[in-house]
Structures are given as structure tokens and as C-alpha cells.
């Protein structure tokens, strides 16, 4: 393995890194934040809004199902949002910072 | 069978008057063991030719990076699901309908909080083992020692419930006895970590998962076939049902709610049937959002992975697969509730575990009695390959931490050579697997199920956020790592000894109180000269022993009832764990942390200067 030593305090000050940096941060906690409030709705939703959850929609199903089944999709698409976003966004923002550090 | 009647017969003492004979669930011997030696066969071939790739450390704790995304994600799944969610999460939706729906969420939301937080700054800055990520700015020697029991108590709690529950269900359902099945899956285990390090161990876990999803997927599709694949007339089914109704009328005149017919089986399909305490469900769901991500076997997989791309790809495929799991979960669960009954379900195991087993079996049988024979055989050497994935990346996890933080790096200061790190791990593993099985057998009779809520605890509330701050915080160094992993674990202990997890002789003691009055009257009312009939006998006597034994009694730590209402510590643990964390970084501070910070950060972010794992 070729050991190369960098300069981490100039990395940090990078104008792409400094991008990347903030555009993860952003995104992730965010996002994190919403799936976490989203799924919490759930056991606090069973307890204190029995009413709502009870509401028929389709047949016999109730919202309550609907609900806990809803919370399978949203972390599927948001698992594939980030991927896509990151793909997009920063995998390209680091390729950039490393090529440029290359230099 | 002695075993099961055994039990059944205690159930049944306990249980109702009423209750019906026991009935039992009977695996066909001569098909269950040969598919236990098939799977048996098939993972010790991959042992071989995984042990002659494991050369070098990291081809043992991280199968020299060379894990692809895509099998990363199968083992991850594979690592994840343990009996206990195959079999547990089904049987409770069996038998309390959507509370058990409910229960299955919080395992796959687990999984946004490794993908978007933890899984690829694991990948760029780890190595092995937790100890490698919050040793990188800090003094390595006591972080690592800290962070390596930390490993090590996760690790033990989440292997012992597993091993106890491994012997049970092997003595349940194929009648070896319980000390043999633990011993049995324990040379396994210690044969595939010993010998084929974490290659062996993913390929294991590889398997399992594809096991256990298409035993889901065709048990699936034979429930879909009974309700035509229409997901309507099945959840009309489930109303519908008049065994589920009784049962639903059942379970509410305990609370003394009078339901019956349709809309009691509506009921089935709403909330708080099973789980009553809000708070409760709130604490367990912040120790899995949050515990998946500590949990060091989950997190030691991402170093298995080549790039954080990798890494990224790999939580997502876990994520269908671990998802797409629970969510048959719903069909498997409701499938045996209508058609096994859950009165057929609690027949022959009171907490429902047998209920996708049972339903298998009946379901298979419907097109001939072999087919049954042979889906149940399927089935059970699923659990089987699921026992052996999950124990193993325990075991594997358990001794990098033992092998690679304190031997190399604390007591070697790292200077040992590939050879000797690479026996060390082989040693240790070997003794941790048979510390596992000495465990095992020792807590035959002791109530484990408080261990998982235990490991998850910690690894919530000393892991994680250590862990997080590393990654993340600047100012964050050797004493917030020390404080947060120590009062974070100790917090976790603390509240589950005390918690209603325990036994409390005197609730048993209070229990028989009221059986002893109500058979009593019972006999009270009986016409002169005749006596109770045989059960209700056997039942007083027993009540009686239990009053003796357990009158005045108090739990392990002296109390008489839990000083600590919740079942889960997480929502009073996670916030403790995180300001002992943070006072513990603010109140010495380290100037050396918080100038290495711009380079952890920079490494997380971007991979640049990757710690590769292919050492060559």
C-alpha cells in the first residue's frame, strides 16, 4: 500500500470539501430526522390516536395498517433517494476534491 | 418428545382450567437431520475453501475486503434476523394480530439510521472493530480496552439468548436433547470462526438469508393461494374467522371489555391487543433505531466491503431483504392465525413461536402428509442455518475485539506479526465459542429474554453514541469516549436488572395466592366427599409449592417488585449515555483529538487515505 501522507487541516478547508461536507451534513441529518419522527408517529399514533387508527380504508384494512406498511415504502425510497443523491451529488463532489488534490 | 410434554404440561397447569389437550408439533426425524446434514455438508465445504483464503488478519475479521455490496447485504440480512425475529414476530402477529405488525417495523427502520449515519464513515475510517474507529484521534490503549468489553458484553448477552434459544427450539422440534444441541451448534460455530474467519462467516450468513427468504416467499405463496391472492378477501378472512374472534373475545375480557363477532375480529387487526405500555413501545423503538447501528457484529460487516459505495449498496440490499422479510411476516402471521387457529397455535406453544412452523406443516399437508413433513423439515433446518449465521458473527465479533484490541493493540502495542495476529484470533475465537456453550448450558433454566432488550440497550446507549461523536464532533475525545461507554452500559444494566424483565418471587407468590383461593373455592363448592379432579389437584399442589418457595422472596438485586417500570431502558439510557458522553469530552480536553478531528472527518467523508483492508 503506498502510504501518502496529507494534509488534513487544508482538506478540511477545501472549497469542495468544504461543499461536500455541508451538502451531506444537510441531507443527512435532515432526512435522518424525518424517517425518525415518521416511524415514532407509529407507537404514538397505536396509543393515543386508536380512533384514527381505526378508520377503514380499503376493505377491512385500517389506516393503522396502512400506516405500519407505509413505513416499509418510506424507508425503501428514502434508502433509494439518498443512494441516488449520492451517486449524484457526492460521490461526484469527492471524485472532484480527489482529483484536484491529485494535481 | 419428554421435554415438550413437560413443558406443555407446566403451560397447561398454569393456563386455564379449560384449555384444550395439549397437542405438539413433531418434525419427521429421518427428513429434518438429513437436511441438517445437507446444510451441515454445504457450510463446512465453504469452511475449507474459505479457511485456505484466511491468511492475513484482515483476511479473518474482514474477509480481505473482498465482499462484494450485493453479498454484503445478503450477510448483513443474514447476521440480522435471528430465530427469534423468524419465528418470534410471526407468532406474535399470530396471536395479537397487529401488535406484533407494529413490533416488525422498528427492526427495518433500524436500518436508515445505518445507512444515512453510520455505514459508510465505518467503511472509510474502521478497520475491524469498533475499538479501530474510536481509537483514531484518542489514546488508543483505554478506549480500546473500554470499547472491547463493551463488544464483548453485547456480543455474550445477544450469544447466550441465542444459544438458550437454539437448544430449546432444537429440543421442541426434533426432539435432540438440549445440552446435545447446544454443544452441536456450538462446534459448528466455533469450527466455521476458527477456521474460516469472517469469509466462512459471511458465506454462512449468505446462505441463511437465502434459505429463509424462499421459505417465506413459498410459505407465502400458499397463503396467498388459500385467499386467491387477493389481499382483500384475506383481511377479510382474518375478520371473518371465528376462532380469531373467540380468541379476540378472550384476550379482552381479561380487561374486561365484552366483543364479540365481527367487530371483535376487526379488533384483531388494531392496536393493543398485546402491547399496552406506550412508553414501553417508544423505549424499545429508540433502542432498535438506534442499537442496530452500536451493535459491533453489524457494524465489524461494512468492513468486509471494498469502498463506501460498496458499503452503501449493501444496506440497501439488507434493507429489501430484511423489509421484504417482515413484510410476508404479515401474510405467514395472519396465514397461521386463520388457518392453524391461534387456539392451535396456543396448544402447543403458549408464546406462538410454532405458529409459522405449525402453519407449514398444515399448509404442506393440505396437498399430501409428506409435503407437510418435508415443508416443516425445511423449515426447521432454516432455523437451524439461522441459529449457526447469527451465533457466528457473534463469536466473530466478540473475538476480534478480545484478540485485535487487547492482544495486538493493548498488550502487543501492535507490533505482532500476521502470523501470530491471525493465531490469536484463532485462539480466541475458539474460546469464546466454548465459553458460549458452557453459557449456553448454564442458563437452561434461567428466562433470557431480557438479554436481547439488555444488548440492544447497550449497544443504543454505550455504542452509538460514542460512535456518532467520534464521527462527528470536534471537540469529542479519549475521556467522552470512556465515560460514554462506561455509564452508558452501566445505565443500560442498571435499569433492566431492576426492571419487570426480572423474576419477582413475590408477583409469582401473589399468582398462587389467587389460584390456591380460586381452586379452594372450587373444592369449597363440590358436593361432600368428592374431591378436585386429577389436573386441578396437580394445580393446587403446584400452587402451593410456588407459594412456599417464593413467598417473601425478592429478585437477583433484592426487590420486591421493579423499582423501574419499562420493560426497555432506552428512552432513560440513550439520553444518559450521550450527556455522560459529552460532559465526559467537555470536562477534559484533549487538544490532540480536536486537532486529528479535520482528518477523521476528511477520512469519513471522502475514503481519501482508506484504511485498505487488503494489507498485502
Known amino acids: 500500500m503506498a502510504t501518502q501522507s496529507y494534509d488534513w487541516a487544508a482538506i478540511a478547508k477545501n472549497p469542495k470539501f468544504i461543499e461536500l461536507h455541508h451538502r451531506k451534513q444537510r441531507f443527512l441529518f435532515g432526512w435522518w430526522i424525518f424517517s425518525t419522527v415518521y416511524y415514532f408517529l407509529l407507537p404514538i399514533g397505536a396509543a393515543y390516536a386508536t380512533d384514527l387508527f381505526k378508520i377503514k380504508v380499503i376493505g377491512v384494512i385500517n389506516f393503522g395498517y396502512a400506516f405500519a406498511l407505509s413505513q416499509f415504502f418510506v424507508s425503501w425510497g428514502l434508502a433509494h433517494y439518498y443512494a441516488h443523491v449520492a451517486n449524484k451529488d457526492f460521490d461526484r463532489l469527492t471524485r472532484e476534491l480527489v482529483s484536484e488534490l491529485a494535481k | ?616
Open chain 2, 1 to 616: 418428545m419428554k421435554r415438550l410434554q413437560l413443558f406443555l404440561m407446566t403451560a397447561c397447569l398454569l393456563a386455564l382450567p379449560s384449555l384444550a389437550m395439549a397437542a405438539e408439533i413433531k418434525a419427521n426425524k429421518t427428513i429434518t437431520i438429513s437436511m441438517f446434514l445437507v446444510i451441515i455438508g454445504i457450510t463446512l465445504s465453504v469452511v475449507i475453501w474459505a479457511a485456505k483464503r484466511t491468511k492475513t488478519a484482515a483476511d479473518f475479521y474482514a474477509a480481505g475486503g473482498g465482499i462484494t455490496g450485493t453479498q454484503n447485504g445478503w450477510a448483513i440480512a443474514g447476521d440480522y434476523m435471528s430465530a427469534a425475529s423468524f419465528l418470534g414476530i410471526s407468532g406474535m402477529i399470530s396471536l395479537y394480530g397487529y401488535d406484533g405488525f407494529m413490533y416488525s417495523v422498528g427492526w427495518l427502520v433500524a436500518y436508515i439510521t445505518v445507512l444515512l449515519i453510520v455505514a459508510e464513515p465505518c467503511r472509510n475510517a474502521g478497520k475491524y472493530t469498533l475499538g479501530d474507529i474510536l481509537s483514531f484521534r484518542t489514546q488508543p490503549k483505554p478506549v480500546r480496552a473500554v470499547a472491547a468489553i463493551s463488544t464483548v458484553a453485547v456480543s455474550t448477552f445477544y450469544l447466550t439468548a441465542q444459544m438458550v434459544g437454539a437448544g430449546k427450539l432444537m429440543a421442541l422440534l426434533v426432539g435432540i436433547p438440549y445440552t446435545m444441541s447446544i454443544v452441536g451448534v456450538g462446534i459448528l460455530m466455533i469450527g466455521y470462526v476458527v477456521f474460516g474467519g469472517m469469509t466462512a462467516t459471511t458465506w454462512v450468513q449468505i446462505i441463511k438469508a437465502g434459505l429463509l427468504v424462499s421459505g417465506a416467499l413459498l410459505l407465502s405463496v400458499l397463503v396467498g393461494a388459500k385467499a386467491g391472492f387477493n389481499p382483500i378477501q384475506f383481511f377479510s378472512d382474518i375478520v371473518n374467522s371465528p376462532n380469531i374472534q373467540d380468541h379476540v373475545s378472550k384476550l379482552l375480557l381479561k380487561d374486561g371489555i365484552t366483543m364479540t363477532g365481527e367487530a371483535a375480529g376487526q379488533r384483531f387487526l388494531e392496536p393493543a391487543l398485546f402491547m399496552k405500555a406506550p412508553l414501553d413501545q417508544i423505549s424499545l423503538g429508540m433502542a432498535l433505531v438506534l442499537g442496530t447501528a452500536g451493535m459491533p457484529h453489524i457494524l465489524m460487516r461494512f468492513f468486509t466491503v471494498p469502498t463506501a459505495q460498496a458499503a452503501r449498496k449493501s444496506v440497501i440490499i439488507a434493507m429489501w431483504i430484511i423489509g421484504g422479510f417482515y413484510v410476508l411476516t404479515t401474510l405467514l402471521g395472519f396465514g397461521a392465525a386463520i388457518h392453524v387457529t391461534p387456539q392451535g397455535i396456543t396448544a402447543v406453544d403458549k408464546g406462538g413461536n410454532m405458529a409459522t412452523l405449525l402453519l407449514a406443516q398444515q399448509l404442506g399437508a393440505d396437498i399430501s402428509p409428506i409435503v407437510g413433513d418435508i415443508f416443516l423439515a425445511f423449515l426447521c433446518s432454516v432455523a437451524f442455518a439461522t441459529i449457526l449465521a447469527v451465533v457466528s458473527g457473534l463469536v466473530l465479533a466478540a473475538s476480534a475485539a478480545i484478540a485485535h484490541d487487547i492482544y495486538v493493540n493493548v498488550i502487543k502495542e501492535g507490533h505482532a506479526d500476521q502470523h501470530e495476529q491471525v493465531m490469536a484470533a484463532r485462539i480466541t475465537s475458539l474460546v469464546v465459542g466454548a465459553m458460549g456453550i458452557v453459557i449456553g448450558i448454564a442458563a437452561e433454566k434461567q428466562n433470557v429474554a431480557h438479554l436481547v432488550a439488555l444488548a440492544f440497550a447497550v449497544a443504543s446507549s454505550g455504542n452509538l453514541p460514542v460512535v456518532v461523536l467520534s464521527l462527528f464532533w470536534r471537540r469529542f475525545n479519549t475521556a467522552g469516549v470512556i465515560c460514554g461507554l462506561v455509564v452508558g452500559t452501566i445505565a443500560s444494566i442498571g435499569l433492566v436488572m431492576v426492571s419487570p424483565n426480572m423474576t419477582y418471587p413475590q408477583k409469582i407468590a401473589d399468582g398462587a395466592k389467587k389460584t390456591i383461593a380460586a381452586l379452594e373455592k372450587k373444592q369449597a363448592e363440590l358436593p361432600a366427599g368428592t374431591v378436585l379432579v386429577e389436573k386441578d389437584a396437580k394445580a393446587l399442589d403446584q400452587a402451593k409449592k410456588d407459594l412456599a418457595a417464593n413467598e417473601g422472596g425478592t429478585s437477583m438485586m433484592g426487590l420486591k417488585e421493579p423499582l423501574f417500570g419499562l420493560k426497555n431502558p432506552g428512552i432513560v439510557s440513550i439520553p444518559i449515555g450521550f450527556l455522560a458522553a459529552i460532559f465526559g469530552a467537555l470536562a477534559f480536553r484533549e487538544k490532540r483529538a480536536e486537532d486529528m478531528f479535520d482528518e477523521i472527518y476528511v477520512r469519513q467523508n471522502t475514503g481519501i487515505g482508506m484504511a485498505k483492508a487488503i494489507d498485502h
